[in-house]
C-alpha cells in the first residue's frame, strides 16, 4: 500500500501526518501500529507522534494523535497548529478559522497568515483546563482541586499540580530544572498509579510573572523539545498556585510558546508556528 505522508513539527515537537478520509489506511494498518513503525527514527522516518486526518459530522475536520508508542492522546498542541497549517495549505480547507474534533472536544484554529497568504502561525483556543481529579484523572480524595500534592515517586517526593487540557499533566514547580534527570523521573512520574490513565510530566522553573521555563517528560513518547497542552498546563499550574499572571511566554528546549488563560471565556490560547519539513511517500 503507497502511504503519502507529510512530516511537520511545531518547536521541534515533531509529528507524521497521513490524510485518512477515506479510511483506507484504518483498513490495512491499525493507526497504534502505524504510529510505531514511522515514529521509529532507526527504521523509520522517525517523530514523536502520527497525525490522522479523518472526516467529521461536527467540525470541519477530525484529528487523531497517536504517541510514537502507539497509545492514543485526546489532545496535542503542537500538533494541532501542524494540523491546522497542513489543511490550509493543501488546500483541504480554505478558510482561516477551522474547528477541529478530537476526543477530548472541538478545537478552534485560527491561521496567521501574512501578505501573501503565507502561514505565519496557528492560534489555538485549547478550550478550558479540567482541574477535578475524576477529570483529569487523578486518585484524590482531598475534596477540593488538588493543587501542590505530595507525590512519592522514587526516593523522591514532589508537589504535583495535576492538569488536564483533554489529556493528563502532572506540574511540579523547581528552583533550577536543568540539573532534572527527565528520563529517570519522568517515567517514573507518567506511570505513578495516581494517574490512572499516565500522564504528561511538566517540570517548571519560574522567571518571573510573565515568563517561565518548562522541561517535559511526555506520555507515550518521552523527552520532547515541546509540548502545547503541557505549556498551559504549566500556565494554569504557575496562576492557580500564585506564582504567574495569565498571560506568559513558555520557554521550551525547542522554543518559545505565548499562553494566556482567558478570563472571560476561560479558555486557554497558545499561538505558535508550525512548520512543514518534508512530504514523502512509502510503501507498507
Ligand atoms: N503525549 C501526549 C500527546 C501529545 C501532546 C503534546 N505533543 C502537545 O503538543 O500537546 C499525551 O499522551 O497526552
Redesign the pocket.
Known sequence: MELVLTKMH?LG?DFILVDDRDGRVAGRYPYPDLARKLCDRHFSIGG??LIVVLPSQSCDMAFA?F?SDG?E???????MRCFARFLYEKGLLRQKVITVETLSGPVVCILENDEEDRVMGVRVDMGPPRLLPADIPFVWDGGKEPLEVALKVLDQTFQVTPVS?G??HAVIFMEDIDPVPLEIWGPAVENHPSFPEKT?VEFVQVLSPESIRVRVW????GV?L?????ACAALVASVLTGRTGKKVEVLLPGGRLLVEWDDRSGHLYKSGPAETIFETSIRI
Do not use: Q
Open positions: 511545531g515537537n514523536d507522534g494523535i504517541n497509545s492522546a485526546g489532545m496535542c498542541g503542537n500538533g487540557m489529556n493528563p504528561n511526555e506520555r507515550g513518547a520532547t515541546a509540548c502545547g497542552t503541557g
